[in-house]
Nanobody, 114 residues
Framework: QVQLVESGGGLVQAGGSLRLSCAAS????????MGWYRQAPGKQRELVAS???????NYVDSVKGRFTISRDNAKNTVDLQMDSLKPEDTAVYYC????????WGQGTQVTVSS
């Protein structure tokens, strides 16, 4: 079992920044992928960014150049630095862990006002 605890969501004006953090605990595999997904009202959950334990990153096109994902393998944490936020970034953001098994965090609300 893996537990994921997210923090850092909130309300910010357009153009502002937020940093999301996710801490994983439990049976952490040395090879895994962690990432952030988001789900806006009435929309499907979508990948925002992911990072492998080897450091390979992947971003959805809409956040490239604005968001940066990073991780600390020693602490089992993954962060998402979100800059130049737009109202369309408003969603519940979920931390995801995958290493053969899939785990989700409880989600944290990000609201960007115009």
């Amino acid at each position: 079992q893996v537990q994921l605890v997210e923090s850092g969501g909130g309300l910010v004006q357009a153009g502002g920044s937020l940093r999301l953090s996710c801490a994983a605990s439990g049976s952490i595999a040395s090879i895994n992928t962690m990432g952030w997904y988001r789900q806006a009202p009435g929309k499907q959950r979508e990948l925002v960014a992911s990072i492998s334990s080897g450091g390979r990153t992947n971003y959805v096109d809409s956040v490239k150049g604005r968001f940066t994902i990073s991780r600390d393998n020693a602490k089992n944490t993954v962060d998402l630095q979100m800059d130049s936020l737009k109202p369309e970034d408003t969603a519940v953001y979920y931390c995801r862990y995958f290493s053969g098994y899939l785990y989700w965090g409880q989600g944290t609300q990000v609201t960007v006002s115009s």
